[in-house]
């Protein structure tokens, strides 16, 4: 399951549906459910405080705050992050579609229901108290709650939710897709809407449009302080009506955006939100380079850092601040997603689309001496679609249930499927190396191609096979520069591009690309995201994250017996058949993975005793500003 909120919720660090749950949020006199049972004996659906997949929910109808907080948090401060980049639009409709939205756009917004990060795919009650469904998953109805406003003071209503799906339905490719199978809504009441989806026995319908982002109608339909009428599908940088704990208080358009916590936020005293968003201000420092970035947090210019470079992380950390304990540099454990982060070739073009050909493009990466050289030996090689999700990975040969899934489709797919464990070639010595190129040109020579003049050429047009590496991010040419020649040593053409990520965004959308690095991370419940990702329909969208260009009628099949598996161990066999699946049609070269969020801050902050299990950091949204620490690092700067 993927969030519709994701970078939000990522941003403050933060499935499908349990059938079996009581009734969104902390609501006097809502009647209780059986927890085994979904609809009451008189047929009437029972209201529900909270969804999960496969699951019990931990904390019950008149929970108080969740254990991982810290309820007397105190409220104030600033904390400063870091964003790589640059944004030129508020508009969260058009991510991804049209111009570079700043993500901090989406903190000021609500979605219907909020995670828990202590449970895997649980949600609670955000700007609904309740939710309603039948047992065969068929509807959803969601009420909302009646203290639910505007930060114009206008009230949350139904018209406002069916207009948020219709926006992103409508101009947002990738949940377009992700929001297919709701047909409608409907207006019940001003605070009821209910969602029909196309078919029944999907688990994840209901718990995923309670994700939906709700935009306000009202707003978007009015008119600017110029008079000019509001166009939700195009790019804006006026700031946004929102309804969540902060707003946008000033910006400098592709340099900074500064958040204000709303004082009189109408959420605040909920049980979900206590303890959080606890700073008066968020502050986003846009940098177009990670160099300069690293220096503008040495100076103290923002608070957090997290480090996503191996070897910024084993070079750059080490100044005066840190030994002093002034900059604390922490990991933090990655138990809530996996990942899958690749060499993506675009298979839509012809040189990429024989399997034999991308199976090459592996054989001629030597991870291990990449990792000895430049990762300072701080990765492990992905070899799975779910990497880090250890329950959802493939491994070994199919047997139980995964066979049983796979066998109809025995034809659809690869034979090794069935008689071989997927794994990586290996490279890290010149013998081993020698070997993984001789075997890529094999591979080459059956898919049509030979060395002719140091060229590797189409034996039917005397082509030279050419790729170029395309990047939006600098730090990414060292890597693509260190696989350049273990390309050309196969006689292919190659051209290493870093561009800046205004025209990447427009380049992928049209397609317009050999080779990028694509990323996709995992829940631990897999879903609807899955046809985003790999299904057919998606690899045609202009936007979608189907980047690679998958049409595969066997993955589709797979796809759907993951969205509509009916419990917890036929959801994990459907997404390990999946998984192997999609390796051995070798449609990416697998890169590397890290187990945890490497970060440094500057000691002014104060955190609870204990993190949640599937939080990362927790901050800034459980985190809060310690006046005294922040007063003994001024008195020794």
């Known amino acids: 399951m993927f969030h519709l909120a994701i970078t939000r919720r990522h941003l403050l660090q933060s499935g499908a549906i349990a059938a079996i749950a009581p009734a969104l949020g902390s609501v006097a006199g809502l009647p209780a459910a059986d927890p085994a049972m979904a609809q009451s004996a008189n047929g009437e659906l029972a209201w529900r405080h909270a969804l999960s997949l496969f699951g019990n929910i931990k904390y019950p109808a008149d929970f108080k705050r969740f254990d991982y907080v810290n309820p007397d948090a105190p409220k104030g401060g600033v904390a400063r992050q870091i964003f790589i980049g640059t944004f030129d639009n508020f508009n969260i409709v058009v991510a991804g579609v049209k111009g570079s939205v700043a993500a901090a756009a989406s903190l000021i917004y609500e979605s219907l229901t909020t995670p ?45 939710v069916i207009f948020s799906l219709d926006a992103f339905k409508k101009y947002h490719p990738m949940y377009s897709a992700y929001y297919s199978h709701v047909v409608k809504a409907e207006k019940l009441s001003d605070r009821e809407v209910k969602f029909v989806f196309d078919a029944p026995g999907n688990r994840e319908l209901p718990q995923i449009v309670g994700q939906l982002t709700i935009l306000p109608k009202h707003w978007w339909e009015g008119t600017d302080g110029s008079g000019r009428k509001r166009d939700v599908s195009a790019t804006t940088l006026e700031q946004p009506l929102g309804s969540g704990a902060y707003r946008i208080k000033e910006f400098v358009a592709g340099r900074t955006v500064t958040l204000e916590r709303v004082k009189d936020y109408w959420g605040r005293e909920f049980a979900a939100n206590v303890g959080r968003n606890n700073f008066d201000e968020l502050r986003y420092e846009y940098f177009r380079d990670a160099t300069v970035a690293i220096e503008a947090f040495k100076a103290d210019q923002v608070d957090w850092r997290t480090e996503n470079s191996a070897k910024a992380w084993a070079t750059q950390y080490d100044f005066p601040a840190v030994s002093e304990k002034r900059v604390l540099l922490e990991e933090f454990p990655n138990r809530s997603s996996g990942l899958m982060q690749a060499f993506a070739p675009n298979i839509r073009r012809a040189k990429f689309s024989d399997a034999r050909v991308r199976r090459a493009l592996n054989y001629a990466f030597d991870f291990e001496e990449m990792n000895k050289q430049i990762f300072f030996g701080q990765y492990k090689r992905i070899s ?63 898919a049509g191609y030979e060395v002719r003049d140091r060229k590797l050429v189409d034996t039917k047009t005397g082509t030279q096979l050419a790729v170029e590496l395309l990047s939006q991010d600098p730090t990414f040419e060292r890597v693509m520069l260190f696989y350049k020649p273990s390309l050309e040593r196969l006689g292919i053409a190659v051209s290493v591009r870093t561009i800046d990520p205004i025209q990447y965004e427009n380049r992928l959308r049209e397609w317009d690309f050999d080779i990028v690095v694509g990323s996709w991370p995992e829940s631990l419940s897999p879903g609807n995201e899955q046809r985003e990702f790999w299904g057919s329909q998606a690899a045609g969208m202009a936007g979608s994250r189907n980047i690679v260009g998958i049409k595969n009628p066997a993955i589709d099949k797979l796809i759907d017996r993951v969205i509509f598996a009916k419990d917890r161990d036929n959801l994990v066999a459907a997404t390990k058949a999946l998984d192997r699946v999609l390796l051995w049609n070798h449609y990416v070269v697998p890169q590397w993975n890290y187990s945890k969020v490497r970060t440094a801050r500057w000691d002014r902050f104060g955190r609870p005793a204990e993190l949640p299990k599937y939080g990362l950091s927790g901050f800034p949204a459980i985190w809060w500003y310690d006046a005294d620490k922040a007063a003994r690092i001024a008195k020794r700067s």
């Not at 114009?152 to 406002?160: E, I, M």
């Not at 995964?402 to 025995?410: A, K, M, Q, T």
């Not at 071989?420 to 070997?435: K, L």
């Open 384 to 446: 799975s679609y779910f990497d880090g999700a250890e329950e959802l990975m493939a491994t070994g040969l199919p047997q139980g249930k995964e066979l049983e899934i796979l066998e109809p489709l025995r034809a659809e797919v690869p034979p090794e499927v069935f008689t071989t464990a997927y794994s990586n070639p290996v490279g890290g010595s010149p013998e081993a190396v020698r070997d993984n190129l001789r075997e890529a040109l094999r591979l080459l020579k059956e």
């Open 116 to 160: 828990a990060l202590d449970e895997v795919s649980t949600e609670y009650g955000a700007l609904a108290e309740a939710a309603s469904h039948p047992d065969d998953f068929s509807y959803v109805i969601y009420r909302l709650r009646p203290q639910a406003k505007w930060h114009d003071g206008k009230p949350v209503t139904a018209d406002d």
